[in-house]
């Protein structure tokens, strides 16, 4: 408390949300956090990266020592959907790390690099995914002709750019073509994006600025249910709540296995698990828990923090 932030060779302190640095002549351990929200926190992250690097003083070697300077004050990531993405992108993607230093080094290009060398890639892989048949290609073909004529014809004076319709159906038919699900869909993103591979342990070899940093890997974890906060036990209309109902679960609110399913053509999978303890009714619907990793350890490393937190 008072004490002053000094801008560094690292992060800098003035670059706004998520940016830190340590105190004038100490060194705190120093965490970033990187919240969620999908290809839009992607990119965020992707543009703040590039900035800083283009921005803070002293730090024009090139690009490894580049982020090695960067990141050197940061001892753990914390990241969550989007932000989990990101990370896994630039810990463990040296495509991906190279695209963010090119755009440090054009920042008034910066989003038509990302675009064209890390999301065009991958939409254009969406198609060919469960999609075989001389009609659907003719259909993708017909559909790519027509966004590029709307958006050659005037380019300058459209509203909004053509070519996200051809994003959105791309990545509708992905999803929704009965072979695939939403996991599905973030392992082509890294896969054609990044060049990660979805079978790749997270113990890895990582880029040389992420390296014997600890990552957590923020994930959500079901319950049983009970009847603690989001179970509909809790709710104001508790009344219209089947678990209350004893002939239909026989009081068994809590205590019942939670299923994780997967079940498509290709991952036809399942987890199954439990929750036990002595109040484990009073479970909420939901708990907050984390994957822990130290960058580059390899992949027989022990965790050194809990997964979750105790039940009740």
Same mark, same amino acid.
């Given at each position: ?11 800098? /302190?003035?670059?706004? *949300?998520?940016?830190? @640095?340590?105190? #004038? ?17 992607? /990119?965020?992250? /992707? ?30 990531? *914390? ?6 993405? %990101?990370?896994?992108?630039? @810990? ?17 290009? @910066? ?6 060398q890390i999301l065009r890639p991958f939409i254009g892989n969406l198609s060919t995914q469960g999609h ?13 002709? #027509? ?5 050659d014809y005037n380019p300058t004076t459209t509203p909004f750019n053509p070519e996200w319709i051809w ?8 999803? *929704? ?40 890997? @923020? ?14 036990? *809790? ?13 239909? %679960? ?63």
């Amino acid at each position: 408390p008072g004490a002053k932030l000094q801008p560094t060779k690292g992060l800098a /302190a003035s670059a706004g *949300s998520g940016a830190v @640095a340590a105190p #004038a002549g100490s060194r705190e351990h120093v965490a970033l956090t990187m919240q969620g929200g999908g290809f839009r926190a992607h /990119a965020a992250y /992707a543009g703040l990266t590039a900035g800083l690097l283009h921005a803070v003083p002293g730090l024009g070697g090139g690009e490894e020592e580049s982020f090695t300077e960067l990141f050197k004050p940061v001892d753990m990531l *914390s990241s969550n959907s989007g932000g989990s993405w %990101f990370a896994a992108s630039l @810990a463990y993607s040296s495509k991906f790390q190279s695209v963010i230093f090119n755009m440090s080094k054009h920042i008034n290009e @910066a989003s038509d690099i990302l675009y064209d060398q890390i999301l065009r890639p991958f939409i254009g892989n969406l198609s060919t995914q469960g999609h075989n048949n001389k009609t659907d290609e003719q259909f993708w073909r017909s559909v790519d002709s #027509a966004v590029h004529k709307a958006y050659d014809y005037n380019p300058t004076t459209t509203p909004f750019n053509p070519e996200w319709i051809w994003e959105i159906l791309e990545e509708l038919a992905f999803a *929704s073509d009965g072979t695939n699900n939403w996991d599905d869909f973030v392992s082509a993103f890294l896969k054609y994006g990044m060049g990660i591979s979805s079978t790749e342990p997270s113990g890895s070899p990582v880029n040389a600025w992420a390296k014997g940093k600890t990552w957590l890997a @923020a994930v959500s974890l079901l319950t049983p249910g009970g009847r603690g906060p989001g179970n509909c036990a *809790s709710s104001s209309t508790w009344w219209w709540c089947a678990g209350n109902l004893p002939p239909v %679960f026989k009081n068994n609110a809590g205590s019942t296995p939670v299923v994780v399913s997967r079940q498509n053509l290709k991952h036809p999978l399942q987890t199954v698990y439990w929750a036990e303890g002595q109040n484990f009714w009073k479970q909420a619907v939901m708990y907050p828990a984390k994957f822990e990793v130290q960058l580059g350890g390899g992949i027989n490393q022990d965790s050194t923090l809990p997964f979750c937190g105790p039940f009740g």
